[in-house]
Each structure stands twice: as C-alpha cells, then as structure tokens.
C-alpha cells in the first residue's frame, strides 16, 4: 500500500506557474504509474496527466498537452506536475493517485487504487 501526500497548491495569479508535488510513501513507489486528477466545484473529476512506474511516456488529455508537465523522481518518491500560464478555469482540488495494475497508468479515475487528499489551486484573474 502508498500513501499519497500532496502540496504546491494555493492562490495564484492568472498567467502564473504552478509546481505540485505528489509525495508518496513506502519503498515501492517505483512499483505505482501514477496520475493526476482535478476536480471544480459541481464538475466530475477530471484526469490531467500520468507517468509510467519508470517515468517515460507521459501522457495528457487533449486539453491540458501545452500547460502542464508531468514528471517524476523515484529516488525521491515524488511525482510533479507542472502547471503553466494558469487561468481561472484551472481553479480546482488538484489529486495524484497511484495505479498498481497498468504500467503507463490510466486516464479513468477508477482505475487508479489509492489517492492523495487533494491540493487547492485557486487562479485570480
């Protein structure tokens, strides 16, 4: 079992950056593709991003490949994602989630076994 630790998150101007981290614990972090979700207030969760279990072929949805940059650190037990020139719209609970199956990871939510309590990330225009 990972337990998954978020942070970066907090009130930022519109055009600004963003770094989130995803801190996990346990030794068999390696062993975990991981994701990142986002969900507004009254919207479905929403997937960003996710990384392999070695940290190549990253993958993003269609809306999100120019802005956000998923990446990793196994030495360091941490996955990042990168947010750049951010818009109101971005306003969310940003999640990192572990998925133990598939070794790309997945877009769907439910494919993922464990998950992080979430990151507030609110975006002044």
């Known amino acids: 079992q990972v337990q998954l630790v978020e942070s970066g998150g907090g009130l930022v101007q519109s055009g600004n950056s963003l770094i989130l981290s995803c801190v996990a614990s346990?030794?068999?972090?390696?062993?975990?593709?991981i994701g990142w979700f986002r969900q507004a207030p009254g919207k479905e969760r929403e997937f960003l991003a996710a990384?392999?279990?070695?940290?190549?072929?990253?993958y993003y949805a269609d809306r999100v490949t120019i802005r956000f940059t998923i990446s990793r650190d196994n030495a360091q037990n941490t996955v990042y994602l990168q947010i750049d020139s951010l818009k109101p719209e971005d306003t969310a609970v940003y999640y990192c989630?572990?998925?133990?199956?598939?070794?790309?990871?997945?877009?769907?939510?439910?494919?993922?076994?464990?998950w992080g309590q979430g990151t507030q990330v609110t975006v002044s225009s």
């Open positions: 989630a572990a998925d133990k199956v598939r070794q790309y990871g997945s877009s769907w939510y439910w494919d993922y076994d464990y």
């Open positions: 346990g030794p068999t972090f390696n062993h975990y593709a």
């Open positions: 990384i392999s279990r070695t940290g190549d072929n990253p």
